[in-house]
T-cell receptor, first 111, second 113 residues
Framework: ETGVTQSPTHLIKTRGQQVTLRCSSQSGHNTVSWYQQALGQGPQFIFQYYREEENGRGNFPPRFSGLQFPNYSSELNVNALELDDSALYLC??????????FGPGTRLLVL | GQQLNQSPQSMFIQEGEDVSMNCTSSSIFNTWLWYKQEPGEGPVLLIALYKAGELTSNGRLTAQFGITRKDSFLNISASIPSDVGIYFCAGSAYTGANSKLTFGKGITLSVRP
């Protein structure tokens, strides 16, 4: 148990729709990162939030956006869903160290 | 995006055997992490390495941070059936608030009883 929780566990959407995924960080962790994991691949970094501001972004388009709240919980929003957005979405939290602790993920299927 | 190099994609071993996995990169990393992922779950941290040359153990697992900072290995001794899963290496090139992990594609480990 890492203390990082995510909701929902599974989600089915259709192309063009919008989706919001949620993450609750481990207690005391003020940094949260989101990753996309396609089938058979390692996780790919989407972005990172620190003290409610985005402070690092991977190679993902602007339709991937996020929020971090004062209690360090976080959201990932994806607009105009595409078929290739089907993946496992992982959030990870950390404190001042470099070690990131992952939640169980949300599996998104876009039809 | 950039990924670390892990090969082979799959490994099949007999229960009780030792197994070693390598991870290499063309870039330098400040931190190396090894994770295990089982079906339907997120990656679980096995070992974290913070200094070049560091050798760290966690039970039957041992990992080393390469001297060049471009590679790491993970060794599992006396494998058991519950070692089955996908093993990912991950590197972090930044320190402080701005940090991201770069992952390998993972190695799927099967253990024959």
């Amino acid at each position: 148990e890492t203390g990082v929780t995510q909701s929902p566990t599974h989600l089915i959407k259709t192309r063009g729709q919008q989706v919001t995924l949620r993450c609750s960080s481990q207690s005391g962790h003020n940094t949260v990162s989101w990753y996309q994991q396609a089938l058979g691949q390692g996780p790919q970094f989407i972005f990172q939030y620190y003290r409610e501001e985005e402070n690092g972004r991977g190679n993902f388009p602007p339709r991937f956006s996020g929020l971090q709240f004062p209690n360090y919980s976080s959201e990932l929003n994806v607009n105009a869903l595409e078929l290739d957005d089907s993946a496992l979405y992982l959030c990870a939290s950390r404190d001042k160290g470099e070690t990131q602790y992952f939640g169980p993920g949300t599996r998104l299927l876009v039809l | 995006g950039q990924q670390l190099n892990q090969s082979p994609q799959s490994m099949f071993i007999q229960e009780g055997e030792d197994v070693s996995m390598n991870c290499t990169s063309s870039s330098i990393f400040n931190t190396w992490l090894w994770y295990k992922q089982e079906p339907g779950e997120g990656p679980v941290l096995l070992i974290a390495l913070y200094k070049a040359g560091e050798l760290t153990s966690n039970g039957r697992l041992t990992a080393q941070f390469g001297i060049t900072r471009k590679d790491s290995f993970l060794n599992i001794s006396a494998s058991i059936p519950s070692d089955v899963g996908i093993y990912f290496c991950a590197g972090s090139a930044y320190t402080g608030a701005n940090s991201k992990l770069t992952f390998g594609k993972g190695i799927t480990l099967s253990v024959r009883p």
